[in-house]
């Protein structure tokens, strides 16, 4: 496994530049999300203005990413899962918002920037994240239908994933632990509704959107949960090594919000080594495509080793 | 045009019971509702229990009846259109929650009961509306497709009328016009998206699920756009004629919090002659339905006659 320098310089098992492919991706969706999105411009503007503020506050796209390379590791061109990551994305961003809204976590800054409700206020925030959501499934039902997959299986898939069960499920049990103590299966869950769900359903509609097989699908599933609750597990460990400057957000909340993580429960190296073994499976379930999920795999690999 | 009195007796030209046919549309959708969406148990419960508490709220389910009237008067079955008429319903009832909230008009009552936020909180009142708002997408997904219309083509009907530029523009200009001096236009702009949007939308997906000629849907499209905008106009005119307890909410609001209003901006007897207008318009719409459309005309009575 590379480390994250070998990574930047190519990976030289696979030909793959990561920053490059990184780069390619993020382009690819910034103006996918332009053109599938209303204007800036258009009535009324402040909601659009809105929306756009926060989908271009410089998010990583890593959802989109994992999306896209899920779709060309099943054998699919990028292109044919742009609907998908960019629903996903609309996704992600309407989460962030509402959760970053006074009733919810309260942040008052998000990847360095102000967060969206200290721009435009509580009301427009509240209604740039109705928006976003919307949004993605306006954006999906465009997506072009496969062989084995329909329109209704991808908007379900997105449904399922963002409902009352799974990551609004993760923002109510957070909200319902603050300041509790919970064990750690309840932590689990949070964090497989808060983040593994999602991931998940970007490389599982990615997968889709190239036609897997069914063999294919399961792999996919078995990828994205575990590298989404490593990611989640990671999120927990870098909020109590890094500092606010490194992280672009406020770094120690969750301590001081007495919010239960890995790292609280059972301690750094253990939660450090449960990220590596999930990671691990993560790697295992990239069996099934023959070394066709190069990128896949250096996308794992840079979520376990990121520091921000 | 029968008076209201006659209708809840049964309206002789049609043989329609208009209260008999609002029962059973209401039994219908309460029961899809409750079978579509997760059990009020599921976890995590407050999610599920504070989703079902704004639903089962006494709403009148009158977008939901108009959705089913519409697939009746294009010779379809009421259940043709019963997921359609919950994904509407489930849209509606987000769109009040968040509305409520503190950060928006702040409304403590709805239909004589306590809003979702003083119920819940505010936190868990957004989350509600979220899942709301996304499980109307994972019901849509469900219903059959016809001969006309795809699943695509349902999601995106509903996706447009309650996006950012319908729906949502419409709270975001209300927002935006409170204490201000707007002209005509921009009220005629604010009813159009916060009411006749999605009423529109519930008759067209009624039609479309009953796999309507594109007459059929142009027709619905009319009647739908100007019940709604009559509709709008009435609610106007009820806040300032009606006293809170015939309400059951705060009656007096618009006037208390300078809001625009038809009434209070062409006067009260010029509102009323709007609101008839574009009722008659509705009616000629339903000409197309040669005597089909018994259900719609008489709804479009009532919506005219109401007083709460």
Do not use: W
Request: charged fraction near 20%; proline fraction near 4%.
């Amino acid at each position: 496994m590379p480390g994250n320098k070998k990574q930047n310089a190519g990976d030289h098992k696979t030909g793959l530049d990561l920053g490059q492919y990184l780069q390619q991706v993020c382009r690819l969706v910034d103006r996918g999300l332009d053109r599938l999105l209303p204007r800036a411009t258009a009535k009324p503007p402040t909601i659009h203005r809105a929306m756009r503020y926060s989908l271009y506050a410089g998010g990583k796209r890593m959802r989109p990413a994992l999306c896209l390379a899920a779709a060309e590791a099943c054998g699919g061109a990028r292109q044919d899962a742009l609907h998908a990551a960019c629903a996903v994305e609309c996704i992600h961003t309407y989460s962030l918002i509402h959760d970053d809204l006074p009733a919810m976590d309260n942040d008052d800054f998000r990847r360095g920037k102000p967060t969206n409700h200290k721009v435009f206020g509580e009301g427009i925030a509240i209604l740039a994240g109705d928006a976003l959501l919307t949004a993605a499934f306006a954006i999906l039902a465009q997506a072009p239908a496969t062989a084995r997959y329909s329109t209704r299986e991808l908007v379900q898939e997105l449904a399922q994933a963002s409902g009352s069960q799974k990551l609004i499920a993760g923002q109510v049990a957070d909200l319902e632990a603050e300041g509790k103590s919970i064990p750690l299966a309840q932590l689990k869950y949070i964090h497989e509704c808060k983040t593994s769900a999602l991931l998940c359903c970007a490389v599982r509609l990615g997968g889709m959107s190239a036609n897997c097989t069914p063999a294919q699908l399961q792999a996919l599933t078995d990828f994205g949960y575990n590298v989404g609750l490593a990611f989640q597990i990671i999120d927990d460990i870098l909020d109590v090594t890094q500092t606010s400057e490194q992280l672009g957000k406020t770094a120690g909340k969750d301590v001081a919000a007495r919010k239960a993580t890995y790292p609280a429960m059972v301690g750094l190296p253990k939660s450090q080594a449960i990220a590596r073994q999930l990671t691990d499976r993560a790697f295992a379930a990239l069996r099934q495509f023959k070394g066709q999920a190069a990128a896949l795999e250096a996308m794992a690999t840079y979520l376990l080793k990121r520091d921000k």
